[in-house]
């Protein structure tokens, strides 16, 4: 079994910032993605950004470019969101993902979740 356990979270003011960390454990896999998804409440979960941990390619949502930056600890099977400019809209849940074998670009797409972490902007 793959648990993903998710941390970082809170409350910040708009245009802050905040770090997430997601570490995994249990069983690995040769090619895999690690990335982010946020759910809103009333919204569906949406990716945010993925890592593949191979070549360390990485996608962004267009509502977090520029202001998210997402990367990986190998030694660590780390994946961090590091969360800058923060909007109220990047309020939400944000739930680790990894995928065995493939990339990420959809709820679908995912093996394991993590249990969230909750984000809140607002001043």
């Known amino acids: 079994q793959v648990q993903l356990v998710e941390s970082g979270g809170g409350m910040v003011q708009p245009g802050g910032s905040l770090k997430l960390s997601c570490a995994a454990s249990g069983r690995t896999f040769r090619s895999f993605t690690m990335g982010w998804f946020r759910q809103a409440p009333g919204k569906e979960r949406d990716v945010v950004s993925t890592?593949?941990?191979?070549?360390?390619?990485?996608y962004y949502a267009d509502s977090v470019k520029g202001r998210f930056t997402i990367s990986r600890d190998n030694a660590k099977s780390t994946v961090y969101l590091q969360m800058d400019s923060l909007k109220p809209e990047d309020t939400a849940v944000y739930y680790c993902?990894?995928?065995?074998?493939?990339?990420?670009?959809?709820?679908?797409?995912?093996?394991?979740w993590g249990k969230g972490t909750l984000v809140t902007v607002s001043s």
């Open positions: 890592i593949t941990w191979n070549g360390g390619i990485t």
């Open positions: 993902a990894l995928r065995a074998f493939g990339v990420i670009r959809t709820y679908s797409d995912v093996d394991f």
